[in-house]
C-alpha cells in the first residue's frame, strides 16, 4: 500500500519563496508527481523526480530522497494566481495508477 | 492543442438512477484514467485502461464500470446512484503507461439528489 502526507494549509507572501513538504510510503516507487489545482479546476502536472535530487522547471522546483521518503515542491517569486491547491502523488506499487496525496491549499497574501 | 474531452459536463439524476461519462482523450494517447474527487477530498483513482485493457483498478464500487473503446474513447457507468456518489469525476489520459504526467479533462459534476 501507500501512504502520502502533506499540510493542509500554508500561507505565503506575494514575492516570497515557499517549500511544500510531502512525505511518503510506498512498497515500491515509480516516480514522484506533483500537481496543481484550483478551485473547481482540473489538476495540472508541474514537475515530477524519478531519482533523487532537484529538478528545476522556471518558478518551480522539485527534490526528492528517496531513501528518506521525502519531496518537497519550491515555489519562488509566488504570485498571486499561485494560489491553489498543490497535490503529491505517487506512482508506488503498480506503475498504472497514480494515486494522490489530500493536498496543501496555499494561500498567496499581497 | 486537443485536450482530453468530458461528456457531460454537469449531470443531476435521482437515487438509484444510471449515469455514463464519456473521455475523449488526447489524441494518440493510449491510457486513460478516472478519478473521483468529492468536495474538499484529493481525487481517488477509480480506474485505469491501457491499450483498450483494464490496467489497474483502484476504489471503483462494484456498481461502477468501465471500458475503453477501440477509438480509445473510454465510458464510466454508474448504476444504482446514491448520494455519496455526487462529485467531480476527472478522466486523464498519457501516452504510454510509464509516465505520470496525465492531462485531465475538466470533469463532469455528477449531483444525486
Known amino acids: 500500500g501507500q501512504n502520502i502526507d502533506q499540510p493542509t494549509e500554508m500561507t505565503a507572501t506575494e514575492g516570497a519563496i515557499v517549500q511544500i513538504n510531502c512525505t511518503y510510503q510506498?512498497?515500491?516507487?515509480?516516480?514522484l508527481f506533483w500537481y496543481q489545482q484550483h478551485a473547481g479546476e482540473a489538476p495540472t502536472f508541474l514537475s515530477y523526480?524519478?531519482?533523487?535530487g532537484l529538478e528545476e522547471k522556471g518558478r518551480f522546483s522539485s527534490f526528492l530522497s528517496r531513501s528518506k521518503g521525502y519531496s518537497y515542491l519550491l515555489l519562488k517569486e509566488l504570485q498571486m494566481k499561485d494560489s491553489a491547491s498543490y497535490l503529491c502523488?505517487?506512482?508506488?506499487?503498480?506503475?498504472?495508477?497514480?494515486?494522490f496525496g489530500s493536498g496543501t491549499r496555499l494561500l498567496v497574501r499581497p | 492543442a486537443a485536450g482530453v474531452i468530458q461528456s457531460p459536463r454537469h449531470l443531476i439524476k435521482e437515487k438509484r438512477e444510471t449515469a455514463t461519462l464519456k473521455c475523449y482523450p488526447i489524441?494518440?494517447?493510449?491510457?486513460v484514467y478516472w478519478y473521483q474527487q468529492g468536495p474538499g477530498q484529493d481525487p481517488q483513482f477509480l480506474i485505469s485502461?491501457?491499450?483498450?485493457?483494464?490496467?489497474d483498478k483502484g476504489s471503483i464500487p462494484d456498481r461502477f464500470s468501465a471500458q475503453q473503446f477501440s477509438d480509445y474513447h473510454s465510458e464510466l457507468n454508474m448504476s444504482s446512484l446514491e448520494l455519496g456518489d455526487s462529485a467531480l469525476y476527472f478522466c486523464?489520459?498519457?501516452?504510454?503507461?510509464?509516465?505520470?504526467?496525465?492531462?485531465f479533462g475538466e470533469g463532469s459534476r455528477l449531483t444525486v439528489l
Open positions: 502523488a505517487l506512482k508506488g506499487d503498480s506503475s498504472y495508477k497514480l494515486i
Open positions: 523526480n524519478v531519482l533523487d
Open positions: 489524441p494518440r494517447h493510449d491510457t
Open positions: 510506498t512498497s515500491g516507487f515509480n516516480g
Open positions: 486523464a489520459s498519457s501516452l504510454g503507461t510509464n509516465t505520470g504526467e496525465l492531462f
Open positions: 485502461f491501457y491499450e483498450k485493457m483494464q490496467s
